[in-house]
Every structure is written in structure tokens, then in C-alpha cells.
């Protein structure tokens, strides 16, 4: 009897580990969908900024309209969007902690912690942006054109050093001037652009 009891036992434990494995990759699925989710709603939403400011060179009719469509259009995104899949995206995160606490005692991890409060940084600015084009009802957006396609690209950075560091995960570690090297090459070209294409802009 006993020696049935400790087969049962050991099936039940086989068991509950193979559905462990497949909820964890279940979550680590949903986690990266609701992951670009949330980025094309950044991606884009910042760009409404940077349209809305575009509208000040515009007859004040064609300004008007524009002004509440991109403010509309932002606040839609944000809440329809952008807020909902962050949630969801965090949340699987926190599940994926609690399935597999020993991620917290890897060093990669740790630097994905700290991308990931620069995005909640940035996550708040388009936050406080949404806000203000609500509260401006029409008027003028005071951030300069060049500082909002320069935040544009920020999301940008995050999502690559987000990437790199799970992927690469201990190699970043190892290998970590040569990409701090590459991400400052990457930025620089991606800041050249941006004021390339302002400067054509304007001309």
C-alpha cells in the first residue's frame, strides 16, 4: 500500500511540475504579446504629440480640428490601449517572479528592473502629456517639435536594452561595454536622423 501511495505521490508531483512548466510558458507568452502591445501604444502615442505640436504652423480652422482629433485620439489610445495592455503586461511579469522566483537572483534581471523603472518614468511623462493636452482644450502645446520627436525614440532604447539583456541575459554582463558602445552608436544615429528630418522639416 505504501509503496502504491508513493507512486501516486511521485505521478501527482510529475504532474503538477509539467503544469507548472506550461503556466509559466502560457504567462511568458501573454507577457511578450501584451509587451508589444504596450509599445505600439507608446510608439504612437508620443507621435500624436509630436503631430499635435506639427498642427502650430496651420490655419487656426485646420489647427482646431486637428488639436481635438489628436487629443481625442490620444486619450483613446492611452486608455483603450497603452494603460490596459501595461497592466496586463505587468502583471504576467509579477506571475512569472512568483513561478520562477529564482529570476530575482540573476544579475541580467536586475538591469531589466532597472530598464523597466526608466519605462515607468516614461510611461508616467506620457501620462502627465495626455493630461496637458486635455487641460490645453485647443491651445498651443509648449514642449518644443524636436524634444517630442527626441522622446519619441526613448521607448525605442528601452525596448532594445530590454530586449538584448533577456536575450543575451548573463552574456550582457560579460559583454557589457561593447553593447553600452553599440547602444551609444545606436542613439547617436537614431538623434542624427531625428534632427535630420527636423531640419528638412523646417525648410
Known amino acids: ?17 509539467i503544469f507548472l512548466r506550461m503556466l509559466y510558458t502560457i ?31 496651420f490655419a487656426e480652422d485646420k489647427k482646431k480640428i486637428l488639436r481635438e482629433q489628436y487629443t481625442f485620439m490620444a486619450r483613446r489610445l492611452w486608455n483603450i490601449i497603452t494603460v ?6 505587468a502583471v504576467c511579469g509579477l506571475i512569472m517572479i512568483f513561478l520562477n522566483p529564482g529570476l530575482m537572483k540573476m544579475p541580467w534581471f536586475h538591469l531589466k528592473l532597472t530598464f523597466l523603472i526608466g519605462l515607468a518614468i ?9 493630461l496637458q493636452l486635455k487641460e490645453l482644450n485647443g491651445n498651443a502645446l509648449e514642449t518644443a517639435n524636436i524634444k517630442l ?4 525614440e526613448i521607448a525605442t532604447f528601452i525596448l532594445f536594452l530590454v530586449v538584448f539583456t533577456v536575450i543575451l541575459k548573463s552574456m550582457v554582463i560579460e559583454y557589457w ?18 534632427k535630420l528630418v527636423n531640419k528638412k522639416k523646417k525648410k
Open 1 to 17: 500500500m505504501s509503496v502504491f501511495l508513493s507512486v501516486i505521490f511521485i505521478i501527482n508531483i510529475i504532474f503538477a511540475n
Open 27 to 57: 504567462i511568458k507568452a501573454l507577457h511578450i504579446i501584451f509587451m508589444v502591445s504596450y509599445f505600439a501604444g507608446i510608439f504612437y502615442l508620443v507621435r500624436i504629440f509630436v503631430y499635435y505640436k506639427d498642427t502650430d504652423e
Open 84 to 89: 490596459p495592455a501595461g497592466v496586463i503586461m
Open 122 to 130: 516614461y510611461h508616467y511623462w506620457c501620462w502627465k502629456k495626455v
Open 149 to 152: 520627436r527626441q522622446a519619441n
Open 177 to 194: 561595454w561593447q553593447l553600452i558602445a553599440g547602444f551609444f552608436v545606436l542613439v547617436f544615429l537614431i538623434m542624427m536622423t531625428v
